[in-house]
């Protein structure tokens, strides 16, 4: 049987470790690599490919449902698990959202992991048992769509990672070494956001994040 070609990205080590012996007992599994935050996490994916990848939310340098945007970007075919300690169903949709198909808690069972492994593989969605299980039927029912904000919707998708990347704290350089554009560009970007939203710096694009409720605090608290 093919393996499935595994990405482990965790910033606890112990974590890592674990999942590292739980994949490698599994014969249809294979770990091509293991990254301790966001950001490495979306460098070994564009450069492994990995078929699957599994990801923590809250990690440092990137988090883990904008690295899910940016892998998913770079390689639509590429299927991504996210397995987190956050049971919050805001957490499960914008994961949804952002292009990963299945959502498992740390206090899973190992069959679990496994079974969201081999589920997305095969392109399909996992939830573990502890979520509501109607939370992907009515994401899919409500079309993949969030309501409307004004503002944050007049900008394009490209302005709309920058603003995200930005108000996480990101530097214009880092953002532009994630979006590989020029920080040139991606000033430009800052600029029209802010014009786009009625804003004049970076702290008042991080209180327009928090009032829409694009930043949740819940997300670093690990």
């Known amino acids: 049987m093919p393996e499935i070609r595994v990405?482990?990205?965790d910033d606890h080590s112990i974590v890592r470790e674990g999942l590292r012996q739980l994949l490698s007992s599994q014969p249809d599994m294979e770990i091509v690599g293991e990254a301790k935050d966001g950001q490495e996490a979306l460098q070994m994916a564009r450069s492994l490919r990995p078929d699957v990848t599994l990801i923590d939310i809250?990690?440092?340098?990137?988090?883990?449902?904008?690295?899910v945007r940016l892998i998913k970007e770079a390689m639509p075919e590429s299927q991504i698990v996210v397995l987190s300690m956050h049971k919050?169903?805001?957490f499960v949709h914008e994961v949804l959202a952002s292009g990963a198909l299945?959502?498992?808690l740390k206090a899973s069972n190992s069959s679990d992991v496994l079974e969201a492994i081999r589920a997305a593989n095969r392109g399909e969605y996992f939830l573990c048992s502890q979520i509501e299980a109607d939370v992907i039927s009515t994401y899919l029912k409500s079309g993949k769509q969030k309501p409307a904000v004004r503002g944050y919707d007049l900008l394009s998708e490209r302005e709309q990672q920058v603003f995200r990347?930005?108000?996480e704290g990101h530097s214009t350089?880092?953002?532009a070494d994630l979006l590989f554009l020029s920080p040139k560009t991606v000033e430009k970007h800052r600029s029209n956001i802010m014009r786009k939203l009625g804003v004049n710096d970076v702290l008042g694009m991080v209180k327009y994040a928090v009032k829409i409720g694009l930043v949740d605090p819940d997300l670093w608290e690990d």
């Open 7 to 9: 990405l482990v990205a």
């Open 58 to 67: 809250a990690m440092p340098r990137l988090n883990g449902i904008e690295a």
């Open 88 to 90: 919050k169903e805001a």
């Open 102 to 104: 299945g959502y498992v």
């Open 165 to 167: 990347l930005v108000v």
């Open 173 to 175: 350089g880092q953002i």
